[in-house]
């Protein structure tokens, strides 16, 4: 039987959907501090400017009369820190790491000069947040590519979190209580409520950024009482960038589950290939980017399968019953007859045939009467899968500071599975 999860039509419509979307809601983040001079005095109304290293995407805000400075709704990225005063040299602050729904605070401390002069400083934004109450960890692009994942299923790095269990439940919460979104869209598996997966695929190599948030949820995550896994999609950039990729797991790394192994049935094979590649780089200098990324698995492996069929003796119209003293009986057909077939018809032709063409059963503590009358078959049957997905996201630069930017990403899922 051939099963297609899901018409071309429908994930067609659901691509513009969720395009559409991704206009109005974005994953992001926000970056504050305070301007101090050497002596630790604030600096006020000093000039910030930060810039996306991989964009050239610019904003700029100046800092109040105490020297505090923000910025709010910041796309997550490596940025520069510029801050400029009068009477004092430039600063810049490199290598500022800003990650998804992770406020950061950098302090920025002038040296006393004049605007020729410029101090440049190699520094990341603090790991720890100081901002909200939030608690979870964050994964930047390296983490979640290095980090091991079963069939590369970046949802399930919540697993990972202190406070989640096996299946799914965080920190008290039921799991079908997690959220999951998706450049800032909501991609929950409603139907399955699984507690590590998405409603979209989403590879692995598509994804820039990973935050789960395992309690502390602020107004912005208030959906529900679970972990809120938030998943950033990879952007271009001026530089070209790409990957190429293939995963193989093989039959001869499995070991056979006990049950089979008791029965003496062969281990499942399992011949999985994940591969796939992506590319992004710019359509146009610092305006407008794209990023494509393609990934196909396909299974040919078996799944460990129990039915219930009949044993030998019923077979041969032999019945077994427990009295009510708990003694095993036997009842041949000539005596079934005698007792439970008052017109004497005998053992049916037809359902002897019909009996006789199931297999001998293996596993009689699988019987549904106890191993009486009927036992268990344990067997491996086939079952290949080929899941195709293509993600795909263009990122606009309204107007040269930055101030008006857009993006729109699609996901396009085609999965077969044949049992």
Do not use: C
Not at 295 to 322: W, Y
Not at 324 to 336: C, I, K, P, V
């Amino acid at each position: 039987m051939s099963l297609s999860h899901v018409p071309r039509s429908w994930v067609l419509s659901s691509l513009l959907l969720i395009s559409t979307a991704s206009l109005f809601s974005q994953a992001t983040t926000s970056l504050s501090g305070r301007v101090t001079d050497p002596t630790g005095a604030t600096v006020p109304e000093a000039v910030i400017t930060i810039t996306l290293d991989s964009q050239g995407l610019t904003r700029k805000t100046v800092g109040d009369t105490s020297g505090f400075y923000q910025f709010l709704q910041v796309p997550p990225g490596n940025y520069t820190v510029k801050a400029e005063k009068a009477g004092f040299a430039i600063l810049l602050q490199k290598n500022v790491l800003l990650q998804v729904n992770l406020p950061a605070t950098v302090e920025l401390k002038l040296e006393v000069g004049n605007v020729s002069q410029t101090i440049a400083i190699e520094a990341e934004a603090p790991p720890i947040n100081t901002q909200d109450a939030t608690i979870g960890n964050a994964f930047n692009e390296t983490q979640v590519r290095q980090l091991p994942l079963l069939t590369r299923n970046v949802v399930e790095l919540l697993s990972l979190q202190a406070g989640v269990t096996a299946t799914g439940e965080v920190l008290g919460a039921r799991r079908d209580q997690n959220n999951v979104t998706l450049d800032g869209a909501d991609v929950n598996d409603n139907q399955s409520a699984g507690a590590f997966t998405a409603v979209l695929p989403v590879p692995l190599d598509s994804v820039q950024e990973f935050r789960v948030t395992v309690g502390g949820q602020g107004a912005n995550q208030g959906r529900s009482s679970g972990g809120q896994v938030s998943l950033v999609t990879k952007s271009g950039s001026n530089q070209f960038h790409g990957s190429l990729y293939e995963f193989h797991r093989n039959t001869a790394t499995s070991a056979n589950n006990w049950f089979s192994n008791r029965a003496g049935i062969k281990r499942e094979a399992l011949i999985r290939n994940q591969f796939g590649g992506s590319i992004g780089g710019p359509i146009k200098k610092d305006r407008i980017f794209f990023f494509f990324n393609y990934e196909n698995r396909i299974d040919a492996s078996a799944a460990a399968q129990t039915r219930t069929v009949p044993s030998e003796a019923l077979k041969q119209g032999i019945l077994t019953l427990q009295t009510s003293d708990g003694t095993t009986r036997r009842l041949s057909a000539q005596e079934m007859t005698s007792v439970i077939d008052p017109q004497r018809r005998g053992f049916s032709p037809f359902i002897r045939d019909l009996l006789s063409k199931y297999p001998v059963g293996n596993d009689d503590a699988l019987g549904s009467d106890g191993g009486l009358n009927f036992s268990g078959l344990r067997f491996n049957a086939p079952f290949k899968l080929d899941n195709k997905a293509y993600v795909a996201r263009m990122d606009f630069r309204i107007d040269k500071e930055g101030k008006h930017n857009a993006y729109i990403r699609g996901t396009l899922a085609d999965n077969r599975e044949d049992l």
